[in-house]
């Protein structure tokens, strides 16, 4: 059983739609980061959430911490081929860093 | 360089080959991490490193795999007897500070392959 489950696991949409991917756990954490990552390439950090029922924005990205801290979703308006990726979360369940299977998304122009 | 670096970027190995994988982390960064990330899955922890102290190395798959950092700097990754399921994207981290709330930068990966 995967700590983190992360879904849909894959996503293929056009330009300019809107998408949420979700991260779930039955575990709570202290908290949760959001990674997206490209072929070829490490992950790159695109939040960290520690607050339950925090909510943050980057831009066009909205990232939400479940208020029991458990999930997490985040939702990306007006999607662009530039968000192509695989999307990751990331907890830090005390002395154990795990990742999540990851979201794989694809945005066709 | 701004970044971690690895390498080599891309190894084939003959099953039972001993391979070493080596990772430069940002300079003055106190933490370094090591990841194994399989074909379309996330990255699964392997190590941990602060300074040249070994934390944690619960993610070790075997005792085929061994991590070191003996000057708290450059880190290496040694696989012994290399094994077909070893196949991966093998990722390093670095960050600043101690907590695990820091921002880890990546670095590109070596994908190793076993024959």
């Known amino acids: 059983t995967q700590l983190l489950e992360q879904s849909p696991q894959f996503l293929s949409i056009q330009e300019g739609e809107n998408l949420t991917v979700y991260c779930n756990s039955s575990?709570?954490?202290?908290?949760l980061q959001w990674y997206r990552q490209e072929p070829g390439e490490g992950p790159v950090l695109l939040v960290t959430v520690v607050t339950g029922g925090e909510v943050k924005k980057l831009k066009r990205l909205t990232f939400q911490f479940g208020d029991a801290r458990k999930d997490s979703s985040l939702h990306i308006t007006a999607a662009q081929p530039g968000d192509t990726g695989l999307y990751l979360c990331?907890?830090?369940?005390?002395?154990?860093?795990?990742f999540g299977g990851g979201t794989r998304l694809m945005v066709k122009p | 360089g701004a970044g971690v670096s690895q390498s080599p970027r891309y190894k084939v190995a003959k099953r039972g080959q001993d391979v070493a994988l080596r990772c430069d982390p940002i300079?003055?960064?106190?933490?370094l991490f090591w990841y194994q990330q399989a074909l379309g899955q996330g990255p699964e922890f392997l190590t941990y490193?602060?300074?040249?102290?070994?934390?944690?190395k619960s993610g070790l798959p075997s005792d085929r795999f061994f991590a070191e950092r003996p000057e708290g700097s450059v880190s290496t990754l040694k696989i012994q007897r290399t094994q077909q399921e070893d196949s991966a994207v093998y990722l390093c981290?670095?960050?600043?500070?101690?907590?695990?709330?820091?921002?880890?930068?990546f670095g590109p990966g070596t994908r190793l392959t076993v024959l």
């Open positions: 990331k907890v830090d369940a005390g002395n154990m860093l795990t």
């Open positions: 981290a670095s960050s600043l500070g101690l907590s695990f709330l820091n921002e880890q930068f």
């Open positions: 300079s003055g960064h106190v933490s």
């Open positions: 490193f602060q300074n040249e102290a070994q934390l944690d």
């Open positions: 575990s709570v954490f202290s908290s």
